[in-house]
């Protein structure tokens, strides 16, 4: 439930600096890398490869020309880097996202190839890549903005072969118009939490997708994020010298005077949840009854969708549709924005005409399935729902959505599957473990489904207003 994140963000009103944003239509190119199949490990890393071709997809959704590389050689990412210097012209937008192993040597950070033969510490200087050298020859081909994005802060299995090393990654010195995130804190290492995705990434993709934020503050609320579902157990770092306004989101990058800004929440010390076991997959959900009387308004009027006209980014985004009608991105952007601002029958077309574009647009079917259970349309919510989990089983936002359909509809049993499903992959995932409480009580489960609430609420005190504002208290 991706986008009701943006409904529950604290605002406060502040009046922002001016500040330079960039350039409208500036090139945007990205290199994102996963590499999991690294022969000295003893394993295979699960994470980074799922990674990589879900933040790609969504830096596809924002204009970014992306490459993607899985389990590159050292020759491989040689050439991959060449090909993004290459591409970058006076004014360009360049990213990089890695995700595998990363090693410190001489206060530098290295990413590495999967073919890397590493015994000694100069090795790692001859076989990796050093962040502050892509950062540089990116500035040097004259990239406006910069960014590095990098998962690779895990205990890796050659430190341990030099007589004395630094853990996880080292602070960058970078070009100015530069912003860099790690996923954990400098000198930390993490471990891979099991699944089929990472926690930072699950956080970063979330925050991504929240229209109307600048890239600061996505990355600090993706660090608040993480923070919280780890219970401060991994905490990322982030440099910034950005000078200039940009969004992940096209047509965000510029703030009005005035204009509220989505600041992260605080972080609460949450108690430890309760273990989650394995469960079979859920059941195929009953028939769905009437939705109940109290179901919320959809806030559509026409006072409604003209105020929107005026949004800047909504404007951004029909201006590119008047252009191009099939531009499917600007579609579901602005589906994304209308539903967070609860303009839902606005964001149900917007979304319903992105599928239509694209029938495989299982992010599309997700959020159409969530606006649809807000207002109540929830046969047709469901239909989306299973139709998001037939393209990508175990979508865990669609199963966390679908969880929500199950539990207005009075499915309680249904919805504790899908919330159980859910929190098998994510087991921190605050509206999966409040639902599953709410749908545990119903069912008849009073102190475990308190249980659930009460470590829902710990982990996120706004989670029974937001449910509120879906019609379920």
């Known amino acids: 439930m991706r986008i009701r994140l ?57 204009g970014f020309n992306v490459e993607v590389g899985e389990n590159l050689t050292g020759e491989a990412m040689r050439r991959a880097f060449e090909r993004l210097y290459e591409r970058i012209k006076p004014g360009s937008i360049a990213l990089v996202f890695f995700s595998g192993f990363g090693v410190q040597s001489s206060r530098q950070s290295y990413m590495i190839p999967v073919d890397a033969q590493i015994w000694t510490e100069a090795d790692v200087r001859r076989d990796g890549f050093s962040l502050e050298t892509v950062l540089g020859e990116i500035n040097s081909r004259g990239a406006g903005v910069k960014i590095a994005l990098i998962d690779a802060s895990r205990r890796n299995p050659f430190e341990r072969r030099f007589r004395s090393f630094s853990a996880g990654l080292a602070p960058v010195i970078a070009p100015n118009g530069t912003l860099v995130m790690y996923s954990a804190a400098l000198s930390s290492v993490i471990s891979d939490n099991g699944g089929d995705h990472s926690l930072f990434v699950q956080e970063l993709l979330k925050e991504i997708r929240v229209p109307d934020l600048m890239a600061e503050e996505t990355l600090n609320r993706t660090r608040v994020g993480v923070t919280r579902a780890s219970r401060s157990e991994q905490v990322p770092w982030i440099s ?32 430890p949840l309760p ?13 769905l009854p009437s939705p109940p009387p109290d179901k919320p308004a959809d806030n559509n009027d026409g006072s ?170």
């Open 6 to 62: 943006a409904l529950l963000v604290t605002l406060i009103l502040s009046v922002a600096p001016i500040v330079p944003s960039v350039a409208a239509g500036a090139d945007r190119f990205a290199l994102v890398i996963g590499n999991a199949k690294y022969p000295d490990a003893e394993a295979p890393l699960k994470e980074p490869i799922n990674d990589a071709r879900d933040v790609a997809d969504e830096f596809k959704r924002d």
């Open 240 to 271: 910034s010298s950005l000078a200039e306004d940009f969004s992940f989101i096209p047509g965000s990058d510029t703030r009005p005077p005035g204009a509220m800004a989505a600041l992260p929440r605080p972080v609460p010390e949450p108690p």
């Open 275 to 287: 273990r989650v076991d394995p469960l079979p997959p859920p059941p195929k959900p009953a028939e």
């Open 304 to 473: 409604t969708a003209l105020a929107l006209a005026d949004d800047p980014t909504v404007k951004s985004l029909t201006a590119k549709l008047a252009d191009n009608p099939d531009d499917q991105n600007a579609l579901y952007r602005r589906g994304q924005v209308y539903a967070s601002k609860g303009a839902y029958s606005l964001a149900i077309k917007d979304f319903g005409d992105s599928i239509r574009l694209n029938p495989k647009d299982v992010e599309a079917f997700n959020n159409r399935c969530w606006a649809r259970t807000v207002v109540g349309d929830l046969q047709a919510a469901l239909k989306d729902c299973n139709e998001a989990l037939r393209l990508r089983p175990n979508f865990v936002d669609a199963l966390d959505s679908r969880g929500l359909v199950n539990l207005k509809s009075g499915q309680t049993k249904n919805a504790i599957a899908d919330f159980d499903a859910a929190l098998k992959i994510n087991p921190r995932l605050t509206s999966s473990l409040y639902g599953r409480g709410l749908a545990k009580q119903r069912n008849g489960s009073i102190s475990e489904g308190e249980l659930d609430i009460s470590n829902a609420k710990a982990m996120d005190p706004n989670i029974v207003k937001e449910f509120a504002g879906y019609g379920v208290r």
